[in-house]
């Protein structure tokens, strides 16, 4: 008799991914060879009376071990109902049999994984030393980015700037709660966090640059998870322009973000300036900072934008700390 597929909503799935396991579990699918991951397929469906929705299917498997797909179904029309305009739902299958194991809540698993790719590339781009993060935005992101970015690196002073200060205020008490020594940055005070932050996290709605690369300091480290749309970005050409660039996957920043496309399309950078990628990183072929021509002072950045790996390897990660496999 077959066991009974396994369920994680949101709390399970916080619960069954801390951040060192996610972080460490990034790592290792990004090292691998056996770990495919096509591009994302998108699908427009029609709405009878209602703004078109969309459905995103994302595939990713380890050959005779796992396979995964996460579907994400963005509907516009739920805002006149007062429910959320995006559901995401992952199916995690054995890879031998097909058989289903698992399925976990989507938008959580999105935003540990999501978060965790930021602190895996910290833990090669920013300086060993680095003790001060600004995060610009407080939502949902800021909220998971912040103890993750915490996993990798002793972070003594966490500033928190958002538009809205009330809302930079909420999360700033809810961290203090925890045990974070977090302050919360006034509006007009960006520039000033920004020029004495080792490292900065971006994830904002924003369409227009948000952190200049002129206030980044020797040796700081820039993180942009935001930007997800050819129009979105959180920096500027001066930014790209100073930093080392990474990013998780090359196909993938350079086709969905702005913070690579209007540049390029500006000619102020080529698609050359991409050091390298996750893969590149995570199988040794490039050390991170380690490597650049002046490492204590080198300026990062990496852009992330997702991919179908990371969900995978959450995913797995889940499974395996809620059962003996």
């Not at 396994?6 to 916080?14: D, F, H, I, K, S």
């Not at 920013?126 to 993060?133: F, G, K, N, V, W």
């Not at 969905?256 to 990628?277: F, M």
Request: include cysteine; hydrophobic fraction near 45%.
């Amino acid at each position: 008799m077959l066991e009974p597929v396994m369920q994680l909503n949101a709390e399970q799935v916080q619960q069954a991914l801390p951040w060192s396991a996610v972080v460490d579990a990034l790592a290792d699918a990004f090292s691998r060879t056996d770990l495919h991951a096509p591009v994302r397929h998108h699908h427009f469906i029609d709405v009878p009376g209602e703004p078109q929705a969309t459905l995103l299917l994302m595939p990713a498997w380890i050959e005779g071990v796992y396979l995964g797909v996460k579907q994400v179904a963005v509907f516009p029309g739920n805002n006149a109902r007062n429910l959320p305009g995006l559901t995401s739902l992952y199916t995690l299958s054995c890879g031998r049999t097909g058989r289903t194991l698992l399925t976990l809540d989507g938008n959580e698993l999105t935003a540990r994984r999501t978060a965790g790719a930021s602190a895996l590339a910290s833990r090669y781009l920013s300086r060993a030393d680095a003790s001060i993060l600004l995060m610009v935005g407080s939502g949902r992101m800021a909220r998971r980015l912040i103890p993750a970015h915490m996993s990798v690196r002793k972070l003594k002073t966490i500033h928190v700037w958002d538009r809205s200060e009330a809302s930079a205020q909420r999360l700033v008490e809810a961290l203090r709660i925890e045990g974070i020594r977090a302050q919360m940055c006034p509006s007009d005070q960006l520039q000033a966090r920004a020029r004495e932050a080792d490292i900065v996290s971006c994830a904002t709605m924003a369409t227009e640059p948000l952190v200049l690369g002129e206030w980044l300091k020797p040796g700081a480290h820039l993180d942009l998870v935001g930007s997800f749309t050819p129009k979105m970005r959180e920096t500027d050409n001066r930014a790209m322009q100073r930093c080392e660039v990474f990013v998780d996957t090359r196909a993938g920043a350079l086709a969905e973000t702005g913070d690579l496309i209007i540049p390029i399309r500006e000619g102020a950078i080529s698609e050359a300036k991409v050091v390298a990628e996750f893969a590149d990183l995570c199988r040794g072929e490039h050390p991170g900072r380690s490597a650049l021509a002046d490492p204590d002072r080198a300026v990062t950045l990496f852009k992330s934008v997702g991919d179908s790996r990371e969900d995978l390897a959450a995913a797995i990660l889940a499974y395996r700390r809620n059962t003996s496999a």
